[in-house]
């Protein structure tokens, strides 16, 4: 069976990405971008979905860590786009699991207070909805949240880049809500891994599609 598989390597005035990811991993990373909790978001992304992924990074952190993070968004959407190919015989849909119906097509995780979901479709057609989460993007941070580097180097508004830079290059429809939640930490852990439950369970291979693509169209990349 053919080895999903993808390299990127992506230089601009503003950041250089070497990244490789295999679809078909063990969840194993290596993730250099500066932004150490942009690593660790990075790191149980690849922990979560079952991917293996090397990512380095060095961007203009000395301007702001925007460019950085919507640039890996960037190139790991290339590379998921890259290595799915025709996207044949894939389930398409993230189902994840849902603790009231495992069958609904969703992915729900909590961490702590916090119940995100994410439901993915790698449709061809590049699309976010991003539900729940603007009033913590704009409201005043304590004391405590501006010393933390997920509220620095990490602001909390840099994760809906880095998931529409994602949806735009892997041309897949991506929603991502937050049901409830305060603590801005536990929010963007809790996204980035009912987000890679969705991955893991879309990019699947479906034994029962006997490797046609999953669309009365004909095609998921045209």
């Known amino acids: 069976m053919k080895s999903r598989r993808a390299e990127i390597r992506r230089e601009t005035a503003e950041t250089r990405i070497h990244l490789r990811l295999r679809i078909d991993g063990h969840g194993r990373a290596t993730v250099r971008t500066g932004i150490p909790f ?7 992304f690849a922990r979560h979905s079952r991917v293996d992924l090397d990512l380095e990074c060095q961007g203009d952190l ?7 993070v919507e640039d890996c968004g960037l190139a790991l959407g290339q590379a998921f786009c890259q290595a799915l190919g025709d996207r044949r015989g894939i389930r398409r849909y993230g189902t994840g699991f849902d603790p009231r119906n495992p069958f609904t097509g969703e992915a729900y995780v909590p961490m702590d207070e916090c119940l995100a979901r994410c439901v993915i479709d790698f449709s061809g057609r590049p699309y976010l909805v991003w539900r729940g989460m603007d009033g ?3 409201r005043r941070l304590t004391l405590e949240e501006r010393t933390q580097d997920m509220s620095s180097a990490f602001r909390f508004g840099l994760a809906k880049e880095f998931f529409q830079a994602f949806a735009n290059e892997a041309r897949c429809n991506l929603h991502l809500e937050l049901l409830y939640g305060e603590e801005p930490h536990h929010i963007v ?9 969705a991955v893991d369970e879309a990019c699947r291979r479906d034994p029962r599609l006997r490797g046609q693509v999953p669309s ?4 998921l990349t045209s």
Do not use: C, Q
Not at 38 to 44: G, R, V
Not at 216 to 219: P, S
């Open 136 to 138: 913590h993007a704009y």
């Open 38 to 44: 942009f690593d660790h978001m990075l790191d149980l």
């Open 189 to 197: 852990e809790a996204l980035f891994k009912a987000f890679a439950r």
């Open 216 to 219: 009365t169209k004909g095609t």
């Open 62 to 68: 000395e301007v702001d860590a925007h460019h950085t």
